[in-house]
């Protein structure tokens, strides 16, 4: 949905184009900086996808939000002072929510790329991670990239930086999915011939699926992801900024990308 979740997964020009105007007519747009609301508020909303582990998906035991992004949210919230409030939205309808001010922020691997910052602002990155194919465990074919892949069929996360990119290569069926367990259903019985998600996803899945799947082949390279926020509150962003950059400097994010992944995704890759 990177991730990320690497990014609408999970969305055009046109997508953008709305929430920047819907953003611009959000009730207290041009009220005070965002900042101060939330500490009168207490809360900090928080939407996630809710379906795209490690990153974020719903325990099976406690019914709540867990994964890296939930702990990264919840270190910021609790730096910020105040009381994490999730709200799990499709990945198609994350971008417009935060647009509509349902949400203040979202954590859940949105990538920072040059179309989405003409409509939202973005923390520093907090996540690195690469586009990478998934394919069936008994499939011969090797597809060193994506244009090896013309003529096939990719599934991909709806409106995802990965859309877009499997969009981008002339030849290549695309289809799309709201969430990432249809895409890798349909993957392991053979509607699709390869699905394209985030490296650090993948990791995690091939240790906890049972399908008959398998990582192929990056395809791209590393994308940041970061905290995205409606525009017009540069107090906010710079507490944000802050937060990420001291849990960067005293390993409070190295311990949680450890946690989750087993290396630490928090930095560059050299």
């Known amino acids: 949905m990177g991730r990320h979740r690497q990014y609408t997964a999970r969305r055009g020009v046109f997508a953008l184009g709305l929430a920047a105007m819907l953003a611009a007519l959000a009730p207290g747009a041009a009220a005070a900086d965002l900042l101060a609301e939330l500490k009168a508020r207490g809360t900090l909303r928080i939407a996630l996808e809710g379906s ?6 719903m325990h099976g035991k406690t019914g709540q939000p867990a994964g890296y992004d ?11 002072g105040v009381r994490p409030e999730f ?10 929510g ?8 979202i954590v859940s691997q949105v990538g920072i790329t040059a179309q989405r910052e003409q409509a939202f602002d ?5 996540t690195y991670s690469y586009p990478q194919l998934i394919v069936r465990r008994n499939d011969r074919a090797s597809y060193a990239s994506l244009t090896d892949l013309k003529g096939r069929t990719v599934g991909v996360g709806q409106g995802s930086v990965f859309e877009q990119q499997a969009r981008a290569i002339p030849g290549i069926v695309v289809r799309s999915y709201p969430a990432t367990p249809e895409n890798l259903q349909d993957l392991a019985f053979g509607r699709i011939d390869a699905a394209l998600n985030d490296s650090l996803m993948v990791a995690y899945l091939l240790k ?3 399908l008959p799947i398998k990582a192929g082949a990056r395809v791209g390279a590393a994308g940041r992801m970061g905290i995205a926020m409606r525009k017009g509150n540069p107090e906010f ?5 802050r937060i990420l950059l001291d849990a960067g400097a005293d390993g409070s994010l190295k311990a949680l990308s450890m946690k989750w992944f087993g290396m630490d995704a928090s930095r560059p890759p050299p």
């Open 87 to 96: 709200v799990t939205t499709e990945w198609a309808a994350i971008l417009p």
């Open 52 to 57: 795209y582990p490690p990153f974020n998906f």
């Open 98 to 105: 935060l647009a509509a001010g349902k949400v203040d922020v």
């Open 208 to 210: 906890h699926s049972a």
């Open 70 to 80: 939930v702990d990264v949210a919840r270190l910021v919230a609790r730096r910020l």
């Open 122 to 126: 973005f923390s520093r990155p907090y």
């Open 237 to 241: 962003k710079a507490a944000l900024d």
